[in-house]
């Protein structure tokens, strides 16, 4: 003889399925469920880009989790979804998907260490240290405008006065030729070396030449090169090494591929 649930029973089971069914659901739209996971997602991506994620948002992000899937199943409903021009931005979108969780996937197993900060910045140190320049130019297109420069100064002339009204560089011209502080490095070979062979105080009597232009330099000063200490500068070290690491996971990838 077959055994059936008394009415009671049958009820609580049923509020209880329907309960969990509910819990597993945002909304159902049109018959279709719609599940909790899509909202969940909205709402990571909220929180990572750093917006509060309260009561009032959650209510906000539902109804546009129920908003897309009204007018998604209208488009569907329309045929919308079978065109080519459809398919084919679907799939660029699941590329770029795909994409960043490759990446995300690589540089969660290959995290940059704090032995490779500390090399890099040992790099960065030894190449920026020692000394830092003060200096001043005047930049003209012609070595005769440049001699003249040089004639000026040697009667008299204020150096920043004459590089405010005669220098071609834009930068430092309204300033008076002010390049501020700087390494020898940050300058072309020419300059540089005419720059570190100068006194304190003393300009070139005998104009430089360079790619751009005829350069009058007066070196105003020199002191050792004050870099910022690691902490100071780890996110940024951080995140160069991140970048170069994933930069060359992707030309890697690109020289392993068969491309024809």
Not at 118 to 142: I, M, P, Q, T, W
Not at 219 to 246: F, G, I, W, Y
């Amino acid at each position: 003889m077959k055994k059936t649930l008394i009415p009671a029973l049958a009820v609580t089971i049923g509020a209880l399925l329907g309960g969990m069914a509910s819990a597993q659901n945002v909304a159902i739209v049109n018959g279709k469920p719609i599940p909790t996971a899509r909202f969940d997602n909205f709402v990571s991506q909220m929180a990572k880009q750093g917006r509060p994620v309260d009561d009032t948002m959650r209510k906000q992000i539902k109804d546009e989790v129920i908003s897309r899937e009204v007018f998604a199943q209208e488009a569907s409903a329309r045929g919308l979804d079978a065109s080519d021009d459809f398919k084919t931005q679907v799939e660029n979108a699941r590329q770029v998907i795909l994409i960043r969780e490759l990446f995300a996937d690589f540089q969660k197993k290959n995290p940059v260490t704090d032995g490779e900060i500390k090399a890099e910045y040992d790099k960065f140190v030894a190449s920026n240290g020692g000394k830092e320049y003060k200096a001043r130019h005047v930049l003209v297109e012609k070595e005769a405008e440049a001699k003249a420069i040089v004639a000026a100064l040697k009667k008299g002339g204020k150096f920043e006065d004459i590089a405010k009204k005669q220098s071609k560089d834009p930068g430092s011209g309204a300033n008076g030729g002010d390049l501020d502080w700087a390494p020898a490095s940050a300058y072309v070979k020419e300059f540089s070396d005419a720059m570190a062979a100068l006194a304190k105080g003393k300009y070139t009597e005998t104009p430089v030449k360079s790619q751009f232009g005829w350069h009058v330099i007066r070196l105003d000063d020199t002191r050792e090169a004050k870099l910022p200490p690691l902490d100071q500068v780890r996110p940024q070290v951080l995140q160069q090494l991140e970048q170069k690491k994933l930069a060359d996971y992707q030309d890697a990838l690109r020289k392993k591929a068969k491309i024809e």
